[in-house]
Every structure is written in structure tokens, then in C-alpha cells.
């Protein structure tokens, strides 16, 4: 199984619900990854784990709370997002951190109303 | 830090035609260097990588590049390019022992015409 899953594809939400992304890989990859590409520009990191934890945050903002429940799941909790938010959520996971391929996930596309 | 520059934001072509799109980096650091592939409304594969070794690295549907350490550069290639090759191209880069961080160019459109 060489595939990372991301669910859901698509999510619209407004600026005062709760909502979570997920991504699940079973290729035995120890690091993950989350980043968001807006429209037309290339991906950006945000949140970097290496053995289900935490070890790079990109300056992301508190709305954005990322969790590593097991080697295989990372899940990424949203709240009080801003319409500017809107985006393409990509998870990507590697063996391990360093100059490994990292495979990516289809993505998803959130909107924030 | 580092940086990634492509050129070229939108290449068109025929099909059948050769193709290169081209990629410059900046970094005092040695790093490893990726082409990666996204088609529309789909998350990024990688084409290929350069992590050591041979210089010239090829992929399995006959793009190639080339690192050249002095001019910094990693041009992708392909002799002959499909209709199916239409698709946005990002070259990124990762500096040795950064824990992962990529960083991505901002990516070239090509678009392959029959």
C-alpha cells in the first residue's frame, strides 16, 4: 500500500464551527506532514511529525491544531477559521525526515464561508 | 535561507516537441533537489530526485534532469512530451538535515497542444 488517504475531499465550513481533517497512511512512514497550497501558488509547510511528534510548526496560527494519534494518523483540528483560510490541506508522510520522498495525500479542499 | 525560482510560470507546447522547464536555487547548504507533479484537483507525485550520486536522474515516463552544482540548477527535460504530461510542475528543494522542510518553487503550468 504506497497511498496516503485524506478525508474528507472537500469541506465547506463557517468561521465559528469545529471541523478535522484527516490523513492516514500504512506504508510504515515515521514522519508526516501537513501543508496548505491556496489557488495558483505552491505548497506551504505548516506542521512537521517525526515519530508522532510534533517537531517543526511553520508559525502556524492556534486555529490551526494538529495531532499525531498513531504512527499512522494525522489529524488536523480547525477553529474559528477565516474565510482567508480557505484552501488546499495536503498531508504527505516519509520514511523519516530527512531527504526522503515524501508521498502526498489528494488533499483537502477546504472553504471557509 | 534558501529559494527556489522557476521561470517560467506557463510553458505551452506541441506535442511530440521536446520541453524543459527550468529551475534555479539558492542555498549556502548542500541539499537535496525534487520535481514534483500535480494534475488538476489532485495532490503532488514525485517525478524524480537528486539526493546523491549520478548528476543526470531520470524518471519512469522519460522526463530527466540535471543538477549542476555551479550554476545551481535543475532543469527537467523531455524529448518528446504527451498530451498527457499537461499539468502544473513544482521543483523544490530540502536542505540536508532540515527534518523535512521542502521548499517548493512557485511552480510552471505546461500545457501540451495536439
Known amino acids: 500500500d504506497t497511498e496516503v488517504t485524506q478525508t474528507p475531499k472537500h469541506l465547506v465550513m463557517g468561521m465559528t464551527n469545529k471541523k478535522s481533517l484527516k490523513c492516514e497512511q500504512h506504508?510504515?512512514?515515521?514522519?508526516m506532514y501537513w501543508y496548505k497550497q491556496k489557488a495558483k501558488k505552491p505548497p506551504e509547510l505548516m506542521f512537521v511529525?517525526?515519530?508522532?511528534?510534533?517537531?517543526i510548526n511553520e508559525s502556524v496560527p492556534s486555529r490551526f491544531s494538529p495531532e499525531c494519534p498513531n504512527s499512522s494518523l494525522l489529524n488536523l483540528h480547525l477553529h474559528a477559521l477565516q474565510p482567508e483560510d480557505s484552501a488546499l490541506y495536503l498531508c504527505?508522510?516519509?520514511?523519516?525526515?530527512?531527504?526522503?520522498?515524501?508521498?502526498f495525500g489528494p488533499g483537502t479542499r477546504l472553504t471557509v464561508l | 535561507a534558501q529559494s527556489v525560482t522557476q521561470l517560467d510560470s506557463q510553458v505551452p507546447v506541441f506535442e511530440e516537441a521536446p520541453v524543459e522547464l527550468r529551475c534555479n536555487y539558492s542555498?549556502?547548504?548542500?541539499?537535496?533537489l525534487f520535481w514534483y507533479v500535480q494534475y488538476p484537483n489532485q495532490g503532488l507525485q514525485l517525478l524524480l530526485k537528486?539526493?546523491?550520486?549520478?548528476?543526470l536522474v531520470e524518471s519512469i515516463n522519460g522526463f530527466e534532469a540535471e543538477f549542476n552544482k555551479s550554476q545551481t540548477s535543475f532543469h527537467l527535460r523531455k524529448p518528446s512530451v504527451h498530451i498527457s504530461d499537461t499539468a502544473e510542475y513544482f521543483c523544490?528543494?530540502?536542505?540536508?538535515?532540515?527534518?523535512?522542510?521542502?521548499?517548493f518553487g512557485k511552480g510552471t503550468k505546461l500545457s501540451v497542444k495536439p
Open positions: 504527505a508522510s516519509s520514511q523519516d525526515r530527512d531527504g526522503n520522498e515524501q508521498f
Open positions: 506504508m510504515g512512514h515515521r514522519a
Open positions: 511529525y517525526s515519530y508522532e511528534k510534533l517537531s
Open positions: 542555498s549556502s547548504v548542500s541539499v537535496y
Open positions: 537528486y539526493l546523491s550520486g549520478s548528476t
Open positions: 523544490a528543494v530540502m536542505l540536508v538535515g532540515s527534518q523535512g522542510n521542502l521548499i
